[in-house]
């Protein structure tokens, strides 16, 4: 069965600090793996999509690793603000955009205190 | 930050009630999407479309429709409400570019049925 965890489920840190979330999978064929930001009632905003050759992208603070033999990826929040107070959410697609489903992680509620 | 929108962004309303929520899109994508998300739990695809008159549904079963007369109107019906509706729908488009991997959220719609 293919699945996305995440862990954490939930993380609160101080404003400065820097977090690692870890995401595990077992999807296959894999394509793409990609995280998501999603505030409070809000839709998710992409931060970063990897490809099977790519193992490591960052987006200005947020950094991501994929380790695609044994299926995990990590995000790592560097110098945290309270702005990312926010769910983080893996996402991993079997195939390209055209045909590949998408397989949602539950995400991890982070919560950054001042 | 992505030309999606979505309304009404909250929705409380009575069981029986047939309601329609809004999906738009400035960005010329054929591809839509509407997914279900209920707190702390994952995003679940209910109903997806390559292009105008193509729907097809999703992997969660849904008891609402869907209608794609124009590229960048993607509307989701529910003929009556009940209270087991009572969820966060987010919309979601994507282009047709090969290698092109990445989904545009739209804001959601936190629907409630009493």
């Known amino acids: 069965k293919n699945q996305v965890e995440q862990s954490p489920q939930s993380l609160i840190i101080l404003e400065g600090k820097n977090c690692t979330l870890q995401?595990?999978?077992?999807?296959?064929?894999?394509?793409?793996l990609r995280w998501y930001k999603q505030d409070t009632g809000r839709g998710p905003v992409s931060l970063t999509i990897?490809?099977?050759?790519?193992n490591t992208k960052s987006n200005g603070r947020y950094t991501a690793t994929l380790d695609a033999d044994t299926k995990q990826s990590s995000l790592h929040i560097t110098a945290s603000q309270l702005s990312d107070s926010a769910s983080y959410i893996c996402?991993?697609?079997?195939?390209?955009?055209?045909?590949?489903?998408?397989?949602f992680g539950r995400g991890t509620q982070l919560t950054v205190w001042p | 930050e992505a030309d999606i929108y979505q309304t009404p962004r909250y929705l409380v309303i009575g069981t029986g009630k047939k309601i329609t929520l809004e999906c738009s899109q400035t960005?010329?994508?054929?591809?839509m999407y509407w997914y279900q998300q209920d707190p702390g739990m994952e995003l679940h695809l209910i109903h997806y479309s390559y292009g105008v008159n193509s729907t097809e549904k999703g992997d969660l079963s849904s008891e609402s429709t869907v209608s794609r007369i124009r590229t960048e109107h993607f509307p989701l019906t529910l003929e009556s409400a009940r209270p087991s509706h009572t969820s966060q729908y987010l919309c979601?488009?994507?282009?047709?570019?090969?290698?092109?991997?990445?989904?545009?959220f739209g804001p959601g719609t936190r629907l409630t049925v009493t």
């Open positions: 960005m010329g994508h054929d591809k």
């Open positions: 996402v991993v697609s079997d195939r390209g955009s055209t045909l590949g489903r998408l397989y």
């Open positions: 995401c595990n999978y077992t999807v296959s064929p894999f394509s793409n």
């Open positions: 979601a488009s994507s282009d047709d570019r090969e290698n092109s991997y990445e989904q545009y």
């Open positions: 990897m490809t099977f050759s790519e």
